[in-house]
């Protein structure tokens, strides 16, 4: 369904019933990248995925916008929802908006995911090639985005052995407006760091890695997982960046074994 939310329509897919727990999707996906984890979950939970401002269905930003411009739009939607609290979890870019939501609203919050992500900002390069990242956008479209990440989402065993996720996942990228991207790039270019961030985490933590996840390492998320009270740190094996589409068996067991525990 579509909503209105801080002034944009904003598709949010929910599926199922009981706690809530809102997922949000990576750079430059869509809610379709969680389809296995709300089909999983949605036999126990209610599962919302929106789109992200600028992504997939949801309308492009009238203006240039940052992580916390993104957790005021999940904000929103939750007092829209007439959702008081939910268990969060983030995938890589929903991981950067996952630390602005506990910034502004920890309380909202019961239980965090973090998969795929890191809690640093990016340096100097990184900004750097987001910002040639944006000017590729606009000269060649969403394609651009799509050659530059799907290298770094699968493992090649992936690549050989899935043919059809590759296509699938290939025009799920193409298909993304190519100037919610831009937005979104410069979003992360300039997102703040949130290493301080991680010993003020409260709530039961799951950190789920890619052993080979080029974007973020195991090692990094390790490290970012021990700043983390009580956190639980898994990485699957033989996967890549994508580890919720990737490797959704997996992913999906760990993730409903953390949650029957917290919601027990
Ligand atoms: C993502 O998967 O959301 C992106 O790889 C995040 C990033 O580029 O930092």
């Known amino acids: ?121 990016d340096g100097p390069e990184g900004r750097k090639n987001r910002m040639n990242m944006a000017v590729s956008l606009y000269d060649k479209g969403a394609g651009a985005a799509r050659d530059a990440m799907l290298p770094k989402l699968l493992t090649e065993q992936t690549v050989q052995d899935q043919p059809g996720l590759v296509e699938d996942l290939s025009a799920v990228m193409a298909s993304m407006p190519a100037e919610g991207l831009v937005h979104a790039s410069l979003a992360m270019a300039f997102r703040a760091d949130s290493v301080d961030l991680l010993g003020s985490i409260s709530v039961p933590t799951l950190v789920i890695a890619g052993e080979q996840d080029p974007v973020a390492p195991p090692d990094v998320m390790k490290k970012m997982a021990d700043a983390i009270r009580g956190a639980s740190f898994h990485a ?28 027990a």
């Open 236 to 263: 699957i094996p033989a996967a890549s960046h994508l580890t919720p589409m990737e490797k959704p068996e997996a992913f999906n067991a760990l993730l409903l074994e953390f949650l029957q525990s917290v919601t």
């Open 1 to 121: 369904m579509k909503q209105p939310i801080n002034g944009a329509e904003q598709y949010i897919m929910e599926k199922g019933q009981g706690a809530p727990v809102i997922l949000l999707h990576g750079f430059p996906l869509d809610h379709r990248m969680w389809q296995a984890q709300a089909d999983a979950l949605s036999e126990h939970y209610r599962v919302i995925t929106p789109d992200l401002r600028g992504m997939g269905q949801s309308d492009v930003p009238a203006a240039n916008i940052s992580m916390e411009h993104y957790a005021d739009d999940i904000l929103a939607m939750m007092d829209k929802m007439g959702i008081q609290k939910a268990a969060l979890g983030g995938f890589s870019m929903g991981g950067y908006i996952a630390f602005a939501l506990l910034r502004k609203a920890p309380e909202r919050f019961t239980a965090l995911l973090l998969a795929n992500t890191r809690p640093e900002a």
